[in-house]
C-alpha cells in the first residue's frame, strides 16, 4: 500500500497530499515527521537524490526535485526499493507535466495536471501506471495504447 | 500547519499566473504574511466569503452554506444572461486584483461554464483555471455533482472530460469529512454537515451518488469502440465508490466480467515485444487497452477466493499483453494463493511450464509484476496442500529461485526474503528456519529455454547454489551509492539474521556454517537429484575453527565476509541506514562468536548525536526480539542494552530498558540470573558523567550524558535499575525467606557485623553482591536513588532470609541513625557549618521499614520464649495462645504486605518454627483452607518463577522463550509493551496488529499479572516525567509522596506484587496524614483487615478531587481519566472467577476459582460483583480485584 505521497515547498508548506488508508488523525502526525525529515536533510541535496526512512514497517523514500520536495510513504510490497521505482515514475512525470525540475510556482502553475498524473500514477494505494508517455495519453482521456501507429 | 501551508498554496495558485505578482511569491516564504493577504479579499469583497474554515466552526460554515446558495441562485440568474460578458467580466476582476479565489468562487465559475460547456472559450476557463484550482480543496461539493454530470455529456474537450472524471471520482471517494479518502491540500466545508444544518436547497452525497453511478455506468457499459478510453476512465472513476456499497460492488463485478468475458481471451499467445506502446493492430490494442481497464478494476474490488471466474479471469490477465494488466493480475492472483494455494495451481496449469506465459513474466518490463510472480511461486512452492503434487511445486520453486537472477534488486531481494520463509509477519520459527535451510543447501538450476537464447542469461547457466548466488547479489549491493539499496539490503541481511536464528533454535545449525556452500565438481555433473546429494557427509565441517581457516568456500566464510561489507556500510551518513544495518549485525550475531565488534560498532554509532530516539528505541527493540529468538544471548545483549543505557540515557525508553532486562534476567535461566543482574547492575557502577571536553574517545564505560535533560534521563535510568534490583534480586539469587533453611534464632548470633557479611556472601554470592550495591546507592547518589535504595533493600530483607534479613536490619538502623555520615560530623562538630538534616535524610522514611522488621524479630523472640516456656513446662498450647500467635502472625502479614509483595500462605513472618503452631490453629479452626491455593503467587505459577527445585522450574530453562512469548502476548495494553510486540510483528503504525503470540494459556500465569503491574503503571508516567511512575520509580512526585505517606509509598509494583498496585501508585496522597482520607482499594490484599479505618474503599473518581496534594495531581488525573474509560457503560458483563479470592476488608467479596459472577462496575482496578448464589461468609456482592476475573463478554 502507497500510504501517502506528499509535496512540499523547500521552506516545508506542503503543497499537495494524496493519503490511502491513514486516519486523519495520524495524518498530521506524519506530515510533521516528514517535513522533518526533510528540514534535516535535504538542504543542500542534489537534484533527485534518494533519502530513505523508516518507521517501524513503513517505509519512506524522499527527494528533491527542483524547487519541491517529494515524500512517498509505503508499507508491506512498497518497500523502499518499490518507493523508489514510484518514486522515479513521478518525478519524470512531474517533468513532463512541467517540462523541466519545476520550480514551487512552476509546480503551482501546473497542480492541475500533476493531480491528474498522480491520478493515473497511483489508484487506490496501488502503483497503476509507470510509463512516462502512457501516463500523458492517460491524462489526455486517450487510450493507454496507442490505436494510430 | 496545514492551514498554514494551505494559505500559500492557495495565494499561489489561485493568483493569476501570468503576471507574476511580487506580493504572492513573498508571501509563500512566510506563511504568516500570506495569512494577511489571505484575509484581505474577503474584507473587500464580502460577499465572497472564504470558506476556509475550520470544520469546527459551525458560524463560518453557515456562511459558507449561504454562499454556496447564493452561488446556486446566481447559475440560474446567468443561464438567462448573457454568458459571455458575465465570463469576461468575471476574467477582468481578475486580472485586476490578483486575489485569491475563494472556493464558493470556482464553484460558481464551474455551474456558469457547464452551461455553456460548447465554447471553446469556456472548456479553455475550465481546463486552465478552474479545475487546477478546484484541485486543491481535498474535498469536492457534492452539489458541484450536476453541473459535472452535464458536462460529462455535453462536452467534447478530452481535457475537460479528464477532469469531469477525476472530481466524479473524489465525490464518490469521499466518505464525508473524516474519511479515507486521497484528499489533500486545503481543508474544505464538510458539505454533508451543511446540507443538514439548512437542508434547503442543499445538495448531498446521499442526492448524488447515485446519479453519478449511473452515468458512470452507462459509460462503462457502452461497447462503441471510439468511446472505450471514456470508458475506461468511467471504469476506474467508478471503482473509487465506497466499497461497502454492495449494490454498487454487484455492478462493478457484473462490468468487469462482463468486459473480461469478451476481450479476456486470447487466441494467439503473446508474442514477442509488443508490450506497451509498439506493434499490433487496431482491434487487438483496443482489446488490449479494455483488458487493462478491467483488470485494473477488478485489483481494486474485494478479492472473492470461492469464485471460480474470478480466478479464471485473474488467470486469464497474465497472458495479457498490457503489462500494468499482467501486474495486476498476478497481484491478484499471489493474493489468492495465500488462500487456496491448490486452486490457484491448479488454475495456472500449464502457464508454469517452459515456455508459459508466467515464465515471460520473467522478462516483462514491470519490477512489481515481478515481485508478484516471486510471492506467488513461494506461496504455491511451500503450500501444505500441495505436497502431493511436488511436480508442481517444483516448478514454482525454480521460477522463484530463477527470480534471484533479476537485474532489480527490489525482485531479487523479494525472491532472498521468500526463500528466508518471509512473507508476511506471522511466519512460524519452523518456517523461517527452513528458509535458513533452503538459502544455505539449495541449487538454482537453469531451465533450458531455448526460447531465450538471446539472452545474457546463457554465461551463468551452470548451477549455483542459492548462498553464493544472495551473497554476490547482497555485497554488490552494499556498493550501491543509493541509500534506499543499502537500507534495503541491510533489511535483508537482518532477515537472514533472523532465519538463521530460527534455524539455530531448532537446532540446524550443525547443518550449516563450516559446510561447503559449493562445490563445483559436484554441481557440474549436474542431475535431478542433485539437491539430495550435494552435501556429502566427507565435506562437512564444523563450525567454529573452520570459521577462520574455511576460506571463501565455507557459508561461514561468505557470511564473513558478507558482514565485513555490511559493517563498512555503518559508514553511510543516513542515519536510518545505519540503523538497519545495526539491526542487521545484532541479528547475525551469533551466540558463539565474540561481540567485541558490535559492542564498539554500537558504542561509536550512539555517540552520534543525529539519532533520533525513535530509531534508537527500535534498535532496542530489536534486541529485544532477538533475545526471543536466541534466548542464550541474554547476556550479551543485556550488554549492548548497557551500551544504550550509558551512552544515550536521554534518548531510549526506561520503559522498554527495563522490559528487556526483565525478561533476560528471566530467560536467562539458573546459571545465567548471576550475570544477567549483574549487567542490569552495572549500571550503577558506572562512575558519573565526565563533562564535554574529556570525550575525546568512546569508551563503553563512561557515561555520556552532558546536558541536563540526558543526565537527568540517566537518573532516571539508575533509579529504575535501582528499583529492579530491589525487586528481582530475591528471584535472580533463588533466595527466599520462606524456603531459607537457616533458623532465625542462629542468624541472631552472628550479629558482629563482619561475620555476618562473610557468611552472606558465602550463602549466597548474587543476593550479597545486590545488597552491596544497593547499600552503596542507599548511601550515594541523588536522594531519589537513595530512597527507592532503601526501599528496595526493605524489599530484600523481607523476602530474603538470614543473614540478609539481618545484614539489611543492622544497615537500615545506621542509616537511619545518620549512618556514617553523622559519625563524621561528630568528629567534626566544631567546623561552624549547619548540617542540615541529619544524617542521610532518610530517617523519617526509614523508621516504617525499620519498625516492621521490629516487630518481626521481637515476635519471634517472644515465640521462641514461648515455646521454650512450653516445652520446659511440657504443657500444651492452649487454642487462645495460638489465636494470639495467629492474629500476630496475620498482623505481620500484613504489615510485611505493605511493603512489598510476599506470598502470604507460604510467608512466615515468626520463622519456620512458628509454621507448625499456625498449622495446627489452621486445621483447629477451618481457616482458609485454601489460602494455599488463593493466593495468587502460588495459583497462577510463581512457583515455576519461584521454586526451582520443582519441575516447574526447569520447564522454564527450556521454554524460556515459550513464557517470553506469553509474557509478550499478555502484557496488556502498554505503551512499552506494545512497542514491543508491534515491533516483533513488524507492524507499522497503521498496520493492523498482528499478534504472533496466539499461543495463549488458559489461566493467567503469574507472569502476566507481574507484567500487567508493571506495565499498567507505565502507563500513567506516559511522557510526564513527573506524573507518578512505578515501574521506574524517577519522579519527584512519587517520591515525595512516598515519603509524606510511609506506607503508601512503597507502591512499586513488583515482581511480587499481584494487584494492580499502581492504580493507586504513588499518586495516592498521604492517606494517613492527609485530611482527605482516601482510601486506596488497590493496597495489598489483607491491608483492610488490620490497617483500614475507612468503610468503603470503591471510592468513585470524583473523591480525588478533593486531593490536596499538589504533587499528586498529575498522577491522580491520568488515572482518573483512565477509570472513566475503564468504568463498565452499564450493560451487565458476566466472568468467571480466576483464582480464589479471600475478602480482606468487610466491602470485598470472597470467590472460588470457577465461580460466576456479574460484574456490576469496575473502579480503581477493583470490579463490584455479584454471585448468583451467596457464599460461604453470606455475602452476594461486592469487591474483587479485577485481575482475578476473566470477563467473559465485553471489554475493560
Redesign the interface.
Known amino acids: 500500500m502507497l ?1 501517502a505521497i506528499l509535496v ?2 523547500s ?14 488523525e ?1 495524518r ?2 506524519w ?2 515527521f516528514m ?1 522533518k525529515l526533510g528540514a534535516d ?1 535535504l538542504k543542500g541535496a542534489r537534484n533527485e537524490e ?10 519512506i ?1 524522499y527527494t528533491v526535485l527542483g524547487g519541491v520536495c517529494i515524500y512517498i510513504v509505503g ?1 508491506d ?1 512498497y ?7 514510484v518514486m522515479f515514475v513521478i518525478t519524470s512525470s512531474i517533468k513532463d507535466a512541467c517540462g523541466k525540475s519545476p520550480s ?2 512552476l509546480f ?6 500533476i ?2 498524473c498522480l ?1 493515473e500514477i ?10 512516462k ?2 501516463i500523458r495519453r492517460l ?10 501507429i | ?2 492551514d ?3 494559505t ?2 492557495m495565494d ?2 489561485t493568483a493569476d ?1 501570468a503576471p ?1 505578482p511580487a506580493a504572492a ?1 513573498s508571501s ?2 512566510s ?1 504568516a504574511s500570506s495569512m494577511t493577504a489571505a484575509a484581505s479579499p474577503s474584507a473587500t469583497h464580502p460577499q465572497h466569503v472564504s470558506t476556509k474554515t475550520t470544520l469546527g466552526e459551525k458560524k463560518s460554515k453557515r456562511a459558507a452554506l449561504m454562499q454556496i446558495q447564493n452561488d446556486t441562485i446566481s447559475v440560474a440568474k446567468a443561464a438567462l444572461n448573457p454568458v459571455r460578458t458575465n465570463i469576461i467580466s468575471h476574467q477582468k476582476q481578475k486580472q485586476k486584483q490578483k486575489k485569491p479565489v475563494s472556493y464558493a468562487q470556482l464553484a460558481r465559475s464551474i455551474h456558469e461554464l457547464a452551461a455553456t460547456s460548447d465554447q471553446k472559450s469556456s472548456q479553455k476557463q475550465l ?1 486552465h483555471h478552474v ?3 478546484l ?2 480543496y481535498n474535498s469536492v461539493d457534492p452539489s458541484l455533482a450536476p453541473s459535472l454530470l452535464m458536462l460529462d455529456q455535453q462536452c467534447e474537450d ?2 475537460v ?3 469531469v ?2 472530481y466524479l ?1 473524489r465525490i464518490l471517494a469521499d466518505t464525508g469529512s ?1 474519511g ?1 479518502n ?4 486545503i481543508p474544505t466545508p464538510n458539505w454533508d454537515a451543511l446540507a443538514d444544518i439548512d437542508a434547503v436547497g442543499g445538495v448531498t452525497r446521499a442526492d448524488v451518488v447515485p446519479r453519478i453511478v449511473n452515468q458512470l455506468t452507462t459509460e462503462a457499459t457502452n461497447t462503441d469502440v471510439e468511446f ?3 470508458r ?2 468511467a471504469l ?1 472513476a467508478l ?2 465508490s465506497p466499497s461497502s456499497n454492495i449494490e454498487i460492488l454487484s455492478k462493478l463485478y457484473e462490468i468487469v466480467f462482463g468486459i473480461l468475458d469478451k476481450v479476456g481471451d486470447v487466441p494467439q499467445k503473446r508474442k514477442k515485444g509488443i508490450f ?2 509498439k506493434g ?1 493492430d ?1 482491434e487487438s ?2 482489446r ?2 479494455l483488458q ?2 478491467a483488470l ?1 478494476a477488478l ?2 474490488l474485494p478479492l472473492d477466493p470461492g469464485n471460480p471466474s474470478f480466478l479464471h479471469h485473474a488467470v486469464q490477465g497474465i497472458s495479457f499483453p ?1 503489462p ?1 494488466a499482467v501486474r495486476h493480475s498476478l ?1 491478484i492472483i499471489s493474493d489468492l494463493a495465500i488462500r487456496d494455494p491448490y486452486a490457484v495451481a491448479m488454475a495456472l496449469g500449464k502457464l508454469v511450464a517452459p515456455g508459459g506465459a508466467l515464465l515471460d513474466v520473467l522478462h516483462l518490463h ?3 509484476a515481478r ?2 510472480l516471486a ?1 506467488l511461486c513461494h506461496t504455491i512452492s511451500t503450500a501444505r496442500s500441495l505436497d502431493e503434487r511436488p511436480d508442481i511445486k517444483s516448478q514454482f520453486n525454480s521460477v522463484l529461485y530463477q527470480l534471484l537472477l533479476d537485474p ?3 525482485v531479487c ?2 525472491a532472498i526474503l521468500c526463500i528466508l520463509g518471509k512473507h508476511d ?1 506471522t511466519e512460524k520459527t519452523e518456517e523461517r528456519a527452513a528458509g535458513w535451510y533452503r538459502l544455505t543447501r539449495e541449487i538454482l538450476k537453469l531451465p533450458e529455454a531455448p526460447s531465450n537464447s538471446k539472452d545474457k542469461s546463457q554465461k551463468t547457466r551452470r548451477p549455483q547454489p542459492l548462498i553464493k548466488l544472495v551473497m554476490r547479489r547482497l555485497e554488490s549491493s552494499f556498493r550501491s551509492f ?7 539490503a541491510a ?1 535483508i541481511v537482518q532477515e537472514m539474521g533472523r532465519s538463521r536464528a530460527a534455524a539455530h533454535a531448532l537446532g540446524l545449525q550443525d547443518l550449516d556454517e563450516g559446510a561447503y556452500g559449493n562445490q563445483y565438481d559436484a554441481v557440474d555433473s549436474l542431475d535431478s537429484d542433485m539437491n539430495d546429494s550435494s552435501h556429502p557427509e566427507g565435506i562437512r565441517r564444523t563450525t567454529g575453527v573452520s570459521n577462520a581457516a574455511g576460506g571463501k568456500d565455507t557459508i561461514a566464510g561468505m557470511l564473513a565476509s558478507l558482514m565485513e561489507v555490511v559493517r563498512t556500510t555503518v559508514a553511510c551518513e ?1 542515519v ?2 545505519r ?2 544495518v545495526i539491526k542487521g549485525l545484532i541479528w547475525m550475531q551469533s551466540p558463539h562468536e565474540s561481540f567485541d565488534e558490535l559492542k564498539s560498532i554500537i558504542a561509536s554509532e550512539l555517540s552520534d548525536p543525529a539519532w533520533p530516539a ?1 530509531l534508537l528505541n ?1 534498535v532496542l527493540l530489536t534486541l529485544h526480539a532477538r533475545f526471543k529468538a536466541t534466548p542464550d544471548m541474554a547476556v550479551t545483549l543485556l550488554e549492548l542494552a548497557r551500551i544504550f543505557a550509558t551512552k544515550v540515557p536521554g534518548k531510549i525508553d526506561a520503559d522498554v530498558l527495563q522490559l528487556l532486562w526483565k525478561t533476560c534476567l528471566v530467560g536467562a535461566g539458573p546459571d545465567g540470573k548471576h550475570t544477567a543482574l549483574e549487567a542490569v547492575t552495572i549500571v550503577l557502577d558506572l562512575p558519573p558523567p565526565q563533562p564535554e571536553s574529556m570525550s575525546g574517545f568512546t569508551s563503553v564505560d563512561r557515561v555520556s550524558a552532558s546536558d541536563p535533560k540526558s543526565a537527568l534521563a540517566l537518573q532516571r535510568l539508575v533509579q529504575a535499575a535501582v528499583w529492579f534490583l530491589g525487586e528481582n534480586a530475591n528471584y535472580a539469587a533463588s533466595e527466599y525467606a520462606w524456603e531459607s533453611a537457616t533458623p532465625p534464632g542462629t542468624a541472631l548470633m552472628m550479629l558482629d557485623a563482619d561475620k555476618m557479611v562473610a557468611a552472606a556472601s558465602s550463602r549466597n554470592p548474587t543476593l550479597a553482591g545486590a545488597l552491596t550495591r544497593l547499600q552503596r546507592c542507599a548511601f550515594s547518589g541523588s536522594w531519589e536513588v537513595r530512597i527507592i535504595a532503601a526501599q528496595a533493600l526493605t524489599t530484600v530483607a523481607i523476602r530474603s532470609g538470614e543473614p540478609f534479613r539481618l545484614q539489611i536490619y543492622e544497615f537500615l538502623h545506621a542509616l537511619a541513625q545518620g549512618g556514617v555520615q553523622s559519625q563524621l560530623s561528630e568528629m567534626h562538630l566544631s567546623n561552624g557549618e549547619d548540617q542540615g538534616a541529619s544524617g542521610t535524610g532518610l530517617g523519617v522514611l526509614i523508621t516504617p521499614m525499620i519498625k516492621v522488621l521490629d516487630e518481626m524479630y521481637t515476635a519471634q523472640d517472644d515465640l521462641s520464649k514461648e515455646i521454650r516456656n512450653h516445652d520446659n513446662a511440657n504443657k500444651e498450647w492452649k487454642d487462645e495462645e495460638l489465636k494470639k500467635l495467629y492474629e500476630t502472625h496475620e498482623r505481620l502479614l500484613d504489615l510485611v504486605s505493605l511493603f512489598c509483595y510476599v506470598p502470604r500462605a507460604k510467608y512466615l513472618p515468626l520463622g519456620p518454627i512458628s509454621a507448625k503452631l499456625i498449622d495446627i490453629y489452621r486445621t483447629r479452626h477451618n481457616i482458609s483452607a485454601s489460602t494455599g491455593l488463593s493466593d495468587p503467587a502460588v495459583s497462577t505459577g510463581i512457583s515455576d518463577l519461584v521454586y526451582e527445585s520443582k519441575p516447574a522450574a526447569a520447564e522454564s530453562d527450556t521454554l524460556d522463550d515459550d513464557l517470553v512469548n506469553v509474557w509478550a502476548a499478555n502484557l496488556g495494553d502498554v505503551p512499552a509493551v506494545n512497542r514491543v510486540n ?2 516483533l510483528a ?6 493492523p496488529d498482528v499478534d504472533e503470540n496466539i499461543i495463549s494459556r488458559p489461566s493467567v500465569s503469574y507472569d502476566d499479572m507481574w507484567a500487567k503491574t508493571l506495565l499498567e503503571s507505565t502507563e500513567m508516567e506516559e511522557d510526564d516525567v513527573r506524573s507518578s511512575g512505578s515501574s521506574s520509580p524517577e519522579s519527584t512526585g512519587s517520591v515525595e509522596t512516598s515519603i509524606s505517606s510511609h506506607f503508601g509509598g512503597m507502591n512499586y509494583p513488583s515482581l511480587f506484587s499481584s494487584r494492580p498496585t499502581t492504580y493507586g501508585g504513588a499518586s495516592q496522597p498521604s492517606e494517613r496524614s492527609g485530611g482527605s482520607r482516601v482510601n486506596n482499594p488497590s493496597m495489598y490484599e489483607g491491608y483492610g483487615s488490620s490497617i483500614r479505618e475507612e468503610p468503603p474503599p470503591y471510592t468513585s473518581p470524583e473523591r480525588y478531587d478533593s486531593f490536596e496534594n499538589p504533587l499528586a495531581g498529575h498522577g491522580s488525573h491520568s488515572f482518573q481519566s483512565q477509570d472513566d474509560d475503564r468504568v463498565s457503560s452499564g450493560n451487565p458483563q458476566f466472568g468467571t472467577a480466576l483464582y480464589d479470592f479471600t475478602a480482606g476488608g468487610d466491602d470485598e467479596l470472597s470467590l472460588t476459582t470457577g465461580e460466576e459472577v456479574e460484574i456490576e462496575y469496575e473502579v480503581d482496578g477493583w470490579f463490584y460483583v455479584k454471585k448468583k448464589r451467596p457464599g460461604r461468609d453470606g455475602k452476594m456482592a461486592g469487591l474483587v480485584p479485577v485481575l482475578y476475573v476473566s470477563q467473559s463478554s465485553g471489554s475493560t
Open positions: 500510504l512540499s515547498n521552506a516545508g508548506n506542503i503543497l499537495l497530499e494524496r493519503f490511502n488508508g491513514i486516519p486523519s495520524e498530521l502526525h506530515r510533521t517535513v536533510n534518494l533519502f530513505v526512512a523508516s518507521q517501524k514497517s513503513v517505509y523514500v508499507k510490497e518497500d523502499e526499493l518499490a518507493l523508489t521505482e514551487e510556482r503551482l502553475e501546473k497542480y492541475g495536471k493531480c491528474l491520478d497511483v489508484w487506490q494505494g496501488i502503483l497503476e501506471n509507470t510509463e508517455e502512457r491524462i489526455g482521456l486517450k487510450p493507454p495504447n496507442p490505436t494510430e | 500547519m496545514a498554514s501551508s494551505g500559500t498554496l499561489l495558485i499566473p507574476v511569491s509563500s516564504s506563511s481546463v479545475f487546477p484550482k484541485a486543491v478530452r481535457m472530460l479528464r477532469y472524471y477525476y471520482a473524516q479515507l486521497p484528499g489533500g491540500g472505450h478510453a471514456r475506461l476512465q476506474k471503482t473509487y506497451g506502446a499490433g487496431k490494442i483496443i488490449s487497452n487493462y481497464g485494473s485489483r481494486r498490457d500494468v497481484e514491470d519490477v512489481l515481485v508478484s510471492r532489480s534488486e527490489r531481494f523479494e509477519n543509493s541509500r534506499p539499496v543499502l537500507h534495503a533489511r543516513c536510518y541506514v540503523a538497519m525513535t527500535d508491534e515491533f513488524g507492524a507499522g503504525t497503521d498496520a
